[in-house]
C-alpha cells in the first residue's frame, strides 16, 4: 500500500461551523504533514508531526488544530475559518531512511470551500 | 536558508518531444534532496523523480531524466517523448537531511502543457 488517503475530496463550510479533515496512510511512516496549496502555488506547510509528536507548527492560526491519534492518522480540526481560508488541504507522508526523512508522499487533498 | 527558484512559469511541447525545466537552488549544505514532482488537474502531487546529492550519476525514471549539476546548483528535469499525460503542474523540491522533520523548499512551479 503506499497511497495517502484523505477525506472528504471536497468540503463547503460555513464560518461559524466546525469540520475536520482526515489523513491515513498505512507505509508505516513515522512523519506526517499538512500543507496548504492556494491555486497555481506551491504547497505551503502548516505542520508536521514526527512519531505523533507536533514537530513544526508554521504560524498557522488557531483556528486550525492538527491532531495525530495514531502512527497512521492525521486530522485537522478547523474551527471558525475566513474565506481566505479556502484552498486545497494536502497530506503528505513520509519515511526515516537512515536518521533522514526522504522524501513526501502527497494525498489527493481536500479542496476546501469557506463561504 | 533554501530558496528554490524555477524560471521558467509556462512551457509548452509538442507530443513526442523532449522538454527541459528548469530549476536552481541556494544552499550552504553539502547534502541534500532533490525532488520533482508533478501536479496534474486531479490535484496529486506525484513523485517523478529524486536526487541525492552525493550521487553524482543522474538520477532516471523510465522516460523522465535529470541533469544535476551540484557546483552550479541546478537540477532540471528532462522529458523525453512527451505524452499528453505529462501536462501538469511540476514543482522542484529541496529537502535538507539536517531538520529532523525533513522540511521540504518547493519552488514556485512550471506549467507544462503538452500539444497533440
Known amino acids: 500500500d503506499t497511497e495517502v488517503t484523505q477525506t472528504p475530496k471536497h468540503l463547503v463550510m460555513g464560518m461559524t461551523n466546525k469540520k475536520s479533515l482526515k489523513c491515513e496512510q498505512h507505509?508505516?511512516?513515522?512523519?506526517m504533514y499538512w500543507y496548504k496549496q492556494k491555486a497555481k502555488k506551491p504547497p505551503e506547510l502548516m505542520f508536521v508531526?514526527?512519531?505523533?509528536?507536533?514537530?513544526i507548527n508554521e504560524s498557522v492560526p488557531s483556528r486550525f488544530s492538527p491532531e495525530c491519534p495514531n502512527s497512521s492518522l492525521l486530522n485537522l480540526h478547523l474551527h471558525a475559518l475566513q474565506p481566505e481560508d479556502s484552498a486545497l488541504y494536502l497530506c503528505?507522508?513520509?519515511?526515516?531512511?537512515?536518521?533522514?526523512?526522504?522524501?513526501?508522499?502527497f494525498g489527493q487533498g481536500t479542496r476546501l470551500t469557506v463561504v | 536558508a533554501q530558496t528554490v527558484t524555477q524560471s521558467q512559469p509556462e512551457m509548452s511541447v509538442q507530443e513526442a518531444e523532449t522538454v527541459t525545466l528548469s530549476c536552481t537552488y541556494d544552499?550552504?549544505?553539502?547534502?541534500?534532496?532533490l525532488f520533482w514532482y508533478k501536479q496534474p488537474p486531479s490535484r496529486q502531487m506525484i513523485l517523478v523523480i529524486r536526487?541525492?546529492?552525493?550521487?553524482?550519476q543522474n538520477a532516471t525514471e523510465n522516460r523522465f531524466s535529470v541533469n544535476f549539476q551540484k557546483a552550479a546548483k541546478s537540477f532540471s528535469l528532462k522529458i523525453s517523448d512527451s505524452q499528453l499525460g505529462d501536462a501538469a503542474m511540476y514543482f522542484c523540491?529541496?529537502?535538507?537531511?539536517?531538520?529532523?522533520?525533513?522540511?521540504?523548499?518547493f519552488g514556485d512551479g512550471t506549467t507544462l502543457t503538452v500539444k497533440p
Open positions: 503528505a507522508s513520509s519515511q526515516r531512511r537512515g536518521g533522514v526523512n526522504t522524501e513526501a508522499f
Open positions: 508531526y514526527s512519531y505523533e509528536k507536533l514537530s
Open positions: 507505509m508505516g511512516h513515522r512523519a
Open positions: 523540491a529541496y529537502r535538507s537531511p539536517n531538520t529532523n522533520a525533513g522540511k521540504s523548499t
Open positions: 544552499t550552504s549544505e553539502s547534502d541534500y534532496y
Open positions: 536526487q541525492e546529492a552525493y550521487k553524482q
